[in-house]
């Protein structure tokens, strides 16, 4: 019988170069399907936290029978925050919130903007959840734009904790709470350019950046 001399294949060298080019392709994917996922979790973390906020305000306001947060433990955020609540591991005054419950050395700036730019966050009375997970809470005044809701308090929540990579909008991020009991990612509409605000940095940031993944149904496009 006579041998089939036609026979086909890959050289060593041929395949060296496929598995090069797979392994750039790869290396060029894998920081995308990361970063992925990372926002679709700080997301997800996100609309949790929100969620139990605006339950906990619920049930707060008709166990009161208050129209307003200002006769529930809203009022206090030391009260607020205690393990019926919030299960924490850790809990600060806003003196000491930062350095003690923020890891924030004195004199010195922990969170950035995505532009970049420093952010510091604002001293609140601030717990460190058993998630690891840190949410600082205080009294605020302010309105909603186009609405006649007052604000009543301000949230900032780290998903993560003293963990990286500390960005506004990626692992940091804030909320309002209505004299009402409803919850605003910012005191602007819906039409205000929040994703631009949210990358910009500013104090306001922090806020803006959940304004824009409210509205853009629960999602990170920016």
């Keep these: 019988m006579l041998e089939n001399k036609n026979k086909f294949g890959f050289t060593l060298s041929e395949l060296i170069t496929a598995l090069g080019i797979i392994g750039i392709l790869a290396a060029m994917s894998v920081p995308a399907l990361f970063e992925n996922i990372h926002k679709r979790t700080a997301v997800a973390q996100l609309k949790s936290m929100i969620g139990n906020v605006q339950n906990l305000a ?56 995505i532009n970049g730019t420093a952010f510091s966050p604002v001293a609140m009375e601030s717990v460190v959840l058993k998630s690891g997970a840190i949410l600082g809470y205080r009294l605020y005044t ?50 205000f350019d929040a994703k631009n605000s949210c990358k910009n940095g500013g104090i306001y940031s922090p806020n803006y950046c959940t304004n824009a993944i409210i509205h853009d149904n629960w999602q990170m496009n920016y």
């Design 58 to 113: 619920n049930v707060q306001i008709a166990t009161k029978v208050a129209k307003e947060l200002d006769l529930t433990d809203f009022s206090n955020p030391s009260t607020l925050f205690n393990d019926k609540y919030f299960i924490h591991t850790k809990k600060c005054s806003s003196s000491t919130a930062l350095t003690e419950c923020w890891e924030i050395p004195s004199g010195t700036t922990k969170y950035k903007a």
């Design 142 to 191: 302010g309105t909603i734009s186009n609405t006649n809701e007052k604000i009543y308090g301000q949230f900032l929540y780290d998903v993560n904790g003293v963990d990286k990579p500390n960005i506004v909008g990626r692992d940091l991020f804030a909320f309002y709470i209505t004299r009402s009991g409803r919850i605003y990612g910012s005191t602007a509409g819906q039409d």
